[in-house]
């Protein structure tokens, strides 16, 4: 099994140099916020963690970040540990505290909820894995608003 | 194509609507031969549910032919004749691997959301709103399916449609209420409601070698119907004491298991449909929970969407008993429920009372909410 702590630093090929260079000190509203960030803004955020039905080898191949995560390089911290019965591995992931999102994904890690997008990501990685495929939602009426009707 | 649509609370219509298509490399896409009315639609009927919206297509128990797959699909082919189980389901999570399809993980459309809180979530039901993570449903010319290795089975060429239908959703869940209650050979099994999940439950525990079985209901034409297709003892709660009943013909211990499963009664007022409270239902509820034996089960079926208050908990510990409860059935007996079907031991075509074209499904609809004219079941052909 992969040991967390050098996984929650491991998986981006990403050097500190790297992440200096847009490190600034994020200041997030929390309003409404989730439970463990007492509206405090410098608080970590939450860990959001889910438990995928395969074994670690499987979730992280070669140790390394799944395809969806490896969109929040950078952004977001991640531990991984098997999940205890044989129910495979939790794997969880949190928004990095003070550090400036990349371009594109800091709209995604801020707001009333910033582990939404971590939520997301870690439900399509444990779809990927277990289902083969991330479901998609029906087409909907505002796909094609020509035949609503 | 045409699908039966919500409109307004109290209010379908049969419209064009877009055609389905394949979303995802697992899915099929199934031209719908019959589909039927269920419980779980009447609240949304009703205009019950938050984020249903006009246009929703309505319907969780249909059956069809394959007329499209995706490259991911090995079981399906265009032309095979289908029943499509209630429960949308990975067939990977580890709740699939335990056989609990209704509880699968994987079932919830990446939906924005998606939150691992408690939300009320219609992810894998057909008939549900997308919003809530639901599916179109099967009251229309055609359906997509995900993951159909898993969701659809083929029907056996002696199962007629108008019997295979109700494989989707009324037979496994009535097979799986005789399993909850674990009904062995020789038990008194007591049933509240006698719709059509009520009555495979009975059934369901006469072929588990239940010695007696009893149902409660006040409908004399659904009580009948039990008694012949079921072979279960009626019970008019109208015309007797049930509590003394279930007492006497269980030798004065209480039935070994009891079934709840009254379904979801239409709102009656502004004050239901706020608090969520249903006449019957809690009363049939605790009528069970006090005829019960010591350390007997009580399974409670169908789906509330409120809360039901004055629970006789005290009847719960003080007597030892087991409470289970199931809103939608698991897809490993599917298979099984045909094979009975094929052998003639499940029969279920009498519950289809009323038998319509899709373009009467507001009529439908309104027979089945008010149970008129003996309406146990509307089944629909597009
Ligand atoms: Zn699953
Ligand atoms: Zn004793």
Redesign the interface.
């Known amino acids: 099994m992969v040991p967390m702590g050098r996984l929650a630093r491991a998986g981006p090929a990403l050097g500190g140099a790297a992440l200096a260079g847009a490190a600034r000190l994020l200041r997030v509203p929390r309003r409404g916020a989730r439970p463990g960030a007492d509206g405090d803004a410098a608080a970590p955020a939450r860990w959001?963690v889910?438990?995928v039905?395969r074994p670690a080898e499987q979730v992280l191949p070669e140790g390394r970040w799944p395809e969806p995560l490896r969109r929040l390089d950078g952004a977001v911290e991640v531990r991984v540990r098997p999940a205890p019965g044989d129910?495979?591995t939790e794997l969880a992931a949190r928004p990095l505290a003070g550090v400036t999102p990349p371009t594109g994904l800091a709209a995604h890690l801020v707001g009333d909820d910033p582990g939404?997008l971590v939520?997301?990501t870690l439900?399509?990685i444990?779809?990927r894995a277990?289902?083969?495929?991330?479901?998609?939602?029906?087409?909907?009426?505002l796909d094609?608003p020509e035949?609503?009707? | 194509m045409r699908a039966l649509c919500w409109v307004a609370a109290g209010e379908l219509a049969v419209?064009?609507?877009?055609d389905?298509?394949l979303?995802?490399?697992?899915d099929v896409i199934v031209r719908v031969r019959r589909s039927a009315t269920g419980g779980g639609d009447l609240p949304l009927l009703a205009g019950r549910h938050p984020l249903l919206r006009p246009?929703d297509v309505l319907g969780a128990e249909f059956l069809g032919e394959v007329v499209e797959a995706g490259p991911?699909v090995r079981r399906h082919r265009a032309g095979d004749r289908v029943v499509v189980g209630a429960s949308v389901a990975?067939?990977?999570?580890?709740y699939c691997?335990q056989g609990l399809h209704s509880c699968c993980?994987?079932?919830?459309?990446?939906?924005?959301s998606?939150?691992?809180d408690w939300v009320r979530s219609d992810a894998g039901c057909f008939g549900r709103p997308?919003a809530a993570?639901g599916?179109?449903g099967g009251h229309a010319e055609y359906v997509?399916v995900?993951?159909a290795d898993v969701s659809a089975f083929r029907v056996p060429d002696a199962v007629d449609d108008v019997r295979a239908v109700f494989a989707a959703d009324v037979a496994p869940t009535g097979w799986l209420a005789a399993e909850l209650g674990a009904v062995r050979q020789g038990d008194v099994v007591a049933i509240w409601g006698a719709g059509a999940v009520g009555q495979v439950t009975a059934r369901a525990a006469v072929l588990r070698g239940a010695a007696r079985v009893l149902v409660v209901d006040r409908h004399e034409e659904r009580l009948r119907m039990a008694e012949r297709h079921s072979d279960a003892e009626p019970l008019d709660y109208r015309r007797t004491d049930v509590a003394a009943e279930l007492r006497d013909r269980s030798g004065g211990r209480g039935p070994d298991v009891c079934v709840v499963a009254v379904g979801t009664p239409p709102a009656r007022s502004r004050a239901d449909r706020f608090g969520g409270q249903h006449a019957d239902r809690p009363d049939a509820l605790r009528e069970a929970v006090h005829a019960c034996r010591k350390s007997g089960v009580v399974v409670v079926l169908g789906g509330t969407d409120g809360f039901v208050d004055a629970f006789p908990l005290g009847a719960l510990t003080e007597r030892r008993l087991t409470l289970r409860g199931a809103g939608r059935p698991d897809l490993r007996d599917v298979p099984m429920l045909l094979d009975r079907m094929a052998r003639g031991e499940l029969r279920t075509e009498h519950l289809a009372t009323h038998r319509l074209p899709l373009a009467q499904g507001p009529e439908g609809y309104a027979l089945f909410r008010d149970r008129a004219d003996g309406c146990v079941r509307a089944v629909f052909t597009p």
């Not at chain 1, 277990?130 to 009426?141: F, M, Q």
């Not at chain 2, 979303?23 to 697992?26: A, Q």
């Not at chain 2, 990975?90 to 580890?94: H, I, T």
């Open positions: 959001e889910v438990t039905d129910r495979g939404l939520r997301r439900r399509q444990k779809q277990e289902a083969g495929e991330v479901l998609r939602a029906d087409r909907s009426a094609r035949v609503h009707g | 419209r064009e609507v877009p389905p298509e979303r995802n490399e697992r246009g991911g990975c067939g990977g999570c580890w691997r993980d994987n079932a919830h459309a990446d939906l924005p998606a939150d691992p997308r993570g599916f179109a997509r995900p993951y």
